[in-house]
């Protein structure tokens, strides 16, 4: 049977060591040796598993490094009190102050052996080989008189920079002890009942963190990758009750008296997601303790909403960042700046503008800024459809949930929208029941589809944009005041073009350009830009962008009321009857000013309102 050990040595006097205590093992291949070569550890460490070694011995970061990538175990060398205290004897030698780097790694009670040893030691800990060179600078000035024990990281830093050095060395039994240690652990993979399962569990599932209780409910083992996961040190862990220190994993006791076993229970903890699964140690037929292993399955989660996203992406993307918006003038530039700031934040927000005043390109811009910036974006335009298709767009449906459903169910804009944002213009048309339903929504960061009883979570960013002051709705008993205090943590506020004259011009100029099919600039004389200036832009930049169009065809511009005026007369001869039918005429007057109005940027909406008519009637006079 294949027993062989690699081992990455720091010095070829560790390796010498190694050979004169293990000779028979090196001749005949069962311990590997290798000097380390700096910064490719790693690879050494996958050579030797490909070499088909068993477990691997290595020091200090080395140990750290491929314990966390190795499929096979990995030992370390622990650095104890007598390889210490071999140290500072020879560094005393020296007339030089001893100045000892002490990874944090390595228990060291100074105190301890102050009066043994009669010498005095300045002791600075470390916890990463970065930390060194901060320390060392410290020093520096006084170089000449000192002398650093470190180890190979610590003597390395410290030759550059021209210090006096003693190699922390492992002693001969040190090496012993582990090499013994090491051997004991890969005979043990094979043989063995209690300690040999713990000990399986542990390799067979290197990546995972392990921690085993005995029946009392004391915590008998608790592994590195358990330590780093659950943020808590072994001494204050091994032997403590399990409800003492992780209160959170009572729970785990349960299955001492319980039959059933725990696989793969998600629970939350601090800010991780855990996988967990419980069993029990047997020996002899004889429940003796509790193994449990978790993983950290908080990368996998943003990896299942990456893979959500990409199957739905198509669309769900937002186009527009700040640099595309053409601004010049100060009152938008202020506001531009200040939806950067509201970019970075992760509240919600509430946009207000009139229409065509670019509020869904701020959003998206907000959105490309932000920290949820590769996720979806998804807008909808909740004036545009009735209250139940809003219902089932927003929130999806179940197969079956009503007649016409689709087969297989639907993911509602909510869902497709988890991990990045959605975007709801004109928010202040919705019904009193979305509202409810939006409120809870943003109160418990979760969903439930028409026709459903599960809920579904949630991470979504909400972005709102209104085209009238959602306070007013408020005290005119239109709009719900929790839902509007939810959605008005951020505010922005996008002024019509009348508000900022100073944008008229230039970007009016920008559309002709972007319009044009041809590549030089189009100029402008002083008439025309007056008359844009002096216009009051009711449909804003999209009916700036109208007039652009209408320019580069006719080199004309036609503004206002009067373009309404003079098209309503200007009717052909061929759309006359001889015989004068007045509601004909009336209808054909109507669905020519809804078109100019339209054309010049008014929303349905708002054309509705400007005649006194519902948005009903107003879809039966454009389709008559």
């Known amino acids: 049977m294949d027993r062989k050990i690699g081992i990455i040595a720091l010095t070829k006097e560790l390796k010498n060591d190694i050979i004169e205590l293990f000779e028979d093992d090196v001749n005949e291949g069962n311990i590997i040796i290798e000097v380390l070569e700096p ?4 690879e050494q460490g996958i050579r030797l598993e490909k070499k088909g070694v068993k477990a691997i011995i290595a020091r200090s970061g080395v140990y750290r490094d491929l314990k966390d990538i190795l499929e096979i175990p990995v030992i370390s060398i622990k650095v104890n009190t007598l390889d210490i205290l071999h140290a500072i004897k020879k560094a005393s030698k020296s007339s030089r102050d001893i100045l000892f780097l002490q990874w944090n790694g390595i228990y060291f009670n100074y105190e301890e052996w102050k009066s043994f040893l009669n010498v005095d030691i300045t002791i600075e800990k470390f916890d990463e080989t970065d930390d060194i060179e901060f320390i060392l600078k410290k020093y520096l000035s006084r170089k000449e008189s000192i002398i650093v024990i470190g180890g190979g990281m610590g003597v390395s830093v410290s030759q550059k920079y021209g210090f006096e050095t003693v190699f922390l060395n492992a002693t001969k039994e040190s090496i012993y002890e582990t090499i013994t240690y090491a051997k004991e652990t890969v005979e043990n993979l094979y043989n063995g009942k209690y300690k040999n399962e713990v000990l399986k569990t542990i390799l067979d599932g290197v990546h995972d963190a392990v921690l085993a209780i005995d029946y009392d409910g004391k915590v008998i083992l608790y592994n590195e990758r358990a330590k780093e996961l659950l943020k808590k040190d072994d001494s204050k862990v091994i032997d403590k ?5 992780f209160k959170e994993l009572e729970f785990i006791v349960d299955v001492l008296k319980d039959e059933a076993e725990i696989d793969n229970k998600i629970i939350f903890l601090k800010d991780l997601t855990i996988a967990i699964n419980v069993s029990k140690i047997s020996v002899d037929g004889y429940t003796v303790g509790v193994l449990c292993s978790f993983q950290d399955i908080t990368k996998l989660q943003k990896l299942e909403k990456k893979i959500r996203y990409e ?3 198509k669309g769900l993307y937002a186009k527009y960042k700040f640099e595309d918006i053409t601004h010049f003038d100060p009152v938008m530039k202020a506001v531009i700046e200040k939806a950067k700031i509201v970019g970075k934040n992760d509240s919600t927000v509430i946009i207000y503008g009139e229409s065509g005043t670019g509020k869904e390109m701020v959003a998206q811009s907000i959105h490309n800024i932000s920290q949820r910036q590769d996720w979806p974006f998804v807008a909808i335009n909740c004036a545009a459809i009735s209250e139940t298709l809003l219902e089932s767009e927003l929130f999806g449906y179940e197969e079956g949930a009503f007649t016409g459903a689709r ?18 213009d004109e928010i202040n048309n919705i019904s009193p029941n979305l509202q409810a339903k939006l409120l809870r929504v943003l109160e418990e960061k979760e969903v439930m589809r028409i026709g459903s009883d599960y809920l579904i979570p949630l991470d979504v960013r909400i972005i709102a944009a209104a085209n009238e002051e959602l306070k007013r709705k408020v005290e005119k008993g239109e709009f719900r005041s929790d ?3 939810r959605l008005s943590i951020l505010e922005l506020y996008i002024p019509p073009l009348r508000k900022r004259k100073g944008d ?5 100029k920008y559309l002709l350009n972007e319009l044009s099919d041809k590549y030089e600039e189009i100029l402008l004389d002083e008439e025309i830009e007056r008359k844009l200036i002096n216009y009051d832009w009711p449909g804003n930049v999209r009916e700036l962008r109208n007039v652009a169009q209408r320019y580069i065809l006719f080199k004309e511009i036609d503004l206002g009321k009067r373009q309404i005026v003079r098209d309503s007369y200007n009717i052909e001869e061929s759309q006359m009857n001889k015989y004068i039918d007045l509601k004909e005429i009336n209808n054909y007057f109507e669905k020519k000013i809804i078109n100019m109005l339209l054309q010049q940027g008014m929303s349905k909406t708002e054309i509705a309102k400007l005649l006194g008519i519902s948005r009903a009637s107003l879809w039966n006079k454009m389709n008559s």
Do not use: C, Q, R, S
């Open 407 to 424: 087969k297989g169910g639907k993911p509602g804009l909510f869902e497709l929208a988890h991990g990045g944002t959605i975007f709801l």
């Open 241 to 245: 009750n399990l409800a003492d220190v």
């Open 311 to 313: 199957l739905n992406k």
């Open 39 to 42: 910064n490719k550890w790693i």
């Open 483 to 485: 839902l509007f205090y």
């Open 504 to 508: 008229i011009v230039p970007v009016f």
